[in-house]
Every structure is written in C-alpha cells, then in structure tokens.
C-alpha cells in the first residue's frame, strides 16, 4: 500500500508569497493528481502529472519519478487560493479499477 | 461535456436509521465509478468502486454498501448507520483508459 505524505499541514503567508507543498510517496506510480477542496468541501482536480512539470496560471506543479517526489507552487499567492491541497497518488495494479491514494492535505491561508 | 451531480449536500440522521447517497454521471458512458470518505482530520478513503453495471469492489469492511442499477449511476447505501459514519463522502468518476477524475460536490454526512 503507497504511503503518501504531505508537507507542511498548515501554511500561513501573506498576499503575495511564492507557496511551495511537498508530496512524497512510498511506491512507484503511474500517476499523481493535485487536488484543491475549499471549505464547502467540493473538491477540484488541479494537475494529474505522471512526469515533468506542468502549469496554469499561477499554479505549477512538478514530480520527481526517481525520488518519489511532487511539488505544487503558487506564485503571486492570492487570498482565493486559500483551501486545502491534496496529493493523491494511482498505484500501479494488476488490474481493476484501482483507486487513489490520498495525503492529509495541506491547509493554506493567504492572509491579505 | 461531462458532469457528476451528487445529492443530498449534507444529511443529519439518526444512529440506526438507513442511508442512501446518490451519485449520477452525464455525458460519458462506461465510466470507472467510485466513492470515497473523508473522517475528520483525515485523509479521503476509497470505499467502493466500480468498472461496470451491477459490479462493485470494496477497498474497506464496513457498514456500507454500493450497488450500480444503471451505467451513470452509483448508490451508496447502508441499513443501520453508525456514530463512525459520519463524514463527508465524494463520488468520482474516470472514463475507461487513463483520466483525471472528477469529483462530486460532496455529501456532509453527520450521524446523531
């Protein structure tokens, strides 16, 4: 079973900061997705990676296959990018309809 | 284009008293269809998914259960619920090949 951790739990910055979360997994993938849920809970998907870096808009997310890694960045924080973020991982399988794997999440604040 | 529609938004019912959580997809066919839990201060679980008509997978024993009457359409059911049921619970779906998923508003389920 793929472990996924995310870093940090909870992020305060200021209007304007560059954001960084971290992801990390345990097991090799074929994919990773960056997901956002405000507080009403609904939940977004932001990026599916399975290598490389991506972007939109202000929102970058990179993976690092060989060090089981992925990043999300935010440039020029808003304080409408305040939500949770969650990486979630899809385990290769043997077949069927396998799921994801899911961090915690990281809860950011993006105080004006 | 495709759309997933998930209903009640939020639900309070009493210890013992039955559920059903619907969860319908428009604008595909076929689709990989899943439900998942998020506990309080934890991460999202899979709970049931399913590849096709009448075939359901469980990740997790519990007191629920899914069933799939119609290709678009996904219940999630229990007889008696429990204090440990609360939740909020997501539907998603994938299309057959390597998608992103998409996700559901949500149902904030709180047992009483």
């Known amino acids: 079973k793929n472990e996924v951790e995310q870093s940090p739990q909870n992020l305060t910055a200021q209007e304007g900061e560059f954001i960084t979360i971290n992801c990390s997994y345990s097991?090799?993938?074929?994919?990773l997705h960056w997901l956002q849920q405000h507080p009403g809970g609904g939940i977004v998907s932001l990026f599916m990676?399975?290598?490389g870096k991506k972007k939109h808009g202000r929102l970058i997310a990179t993976i690092n296959i060989q060090e089981k890694h992925s990043s999300l960045h935010i440039t020029a924080s808003h304080p409408r990018d305040s939500a949770v973020y969650i990486c979630?991982?899809?385990?290769?399988?043997?077949?069927?309809?396998?799921?994801?794997?899911f961090g915690k999440g990281t809860h950011l604040i993006i105080q004006p | 284009s495709q759309t997933i529609h998930q209903w009640p938004a939020t639900l309070v019912q009493p210890v013992g008293s039955p559920l059903s959580l619907e969860c319908t997809v428009e604008?595909?066919?076929?689709?990989?269809l899943y439900w998942y839990r998020q506990a309080a201060g934890r991460g999202l679980q899979l709970l049931f998914y399913?590849?096709?008509?009448?075939?359901i997978s469980s990740e997790v024993p519990q007191n629920l259960s899914a069933s799939r009457p119609q290709d678009r359409q996904f219940i999630l059911s229990s007889k008696k619920l429990l204090l440990s049921d609360s939740g909020f619970y997501l539907c998603?779906?994938?299309?057959?090949?390597?998608?992103?998923?998409?996700f559901g508003s949500g149902t904030r389920l709180t047992v009483v």
């Open positions: 604008g595909t066919s076929n689709p990989n």
């Open positions: 998603a779906w994938t299309g057959t090949g390597f998608y992103g998923y998409t």
């Open positions: 990676l399975s290598s």
């Open positions: 979630a991982v899809r385990s290769y399988s043997g077949g069927g309809a396998d799921g994801l794997t």
């Open positions: 097991v090799g993938i074929s994919a």
């Open positions: 399913s590849v096709g008509i009448g075939q």
